[in-house]
Nanobody
Framework: QVQLVESGGGLVQAGDSLRLSCTAS????????MGWFRQAPGKEREFVGG????????KYADSVKGRFTISRDNAKNTVYLQMSSLKPEDTAVYYC???????????????????WGQGTQVTVSS
């Protein structure tokens, strides 16, 4: 079983940057594709971006492309979401997820992920 814990959320102003971390325990996730999702109040959970097992391939939602960067450190069993030029519409609870069925392909579909963290709140004020 894999446990995922996100950290790094908080309250920032528009234009600021923030880095979220997602650390796995229980077993290594180094051979899993990993994803970041977010959910704002009253909205469905949406794909933010993902990274393949090696870190050499990433995928992003159009809404964050060019502003967010995902990376991973397999030695630390940790995935990162670097967010810059934050906007009020980025306000949401951010979740990381592990896809044990895929290592090279990055899914944008939340139900294809097997393990989820508890989420961390990101609030961007205008």
């Amino acid at each position: 079983q894999v446990q995922l814990v996100e950290s790094g959320g908080g309250l920032v102003q528009a234009g600021d940057s923030l880095r979220l971390s997602c650390t796995a325990s229980g077993r290594t996730v180094s051979n899993y594709a990993m994803g970041w999702f977010r959910q704002a109040p009253g909205k469905e959970r949406e794909f933010v971006g993902g990274i393949n097992w090696s870190g050499r391939s990433t995928k992003y939602a159009d809404s964050v492309k060019g502003r967010f960067t995902i990376s991973r450190d397999n030695a630390k069993n940790t995935v990162y979401l670097q967010m810059s030029s934050l906007k009020p519409e980025d306000t949401a609870v951010y979740y990381c997820a592990a896809d044990r069925g895929r290592s090279t392909v990055i899914s944008a579909t939340y139900y294809e992920y097997d393990y989820w963290g508890q989420g961390t709140q990101v609030t961007v004020s205008s």
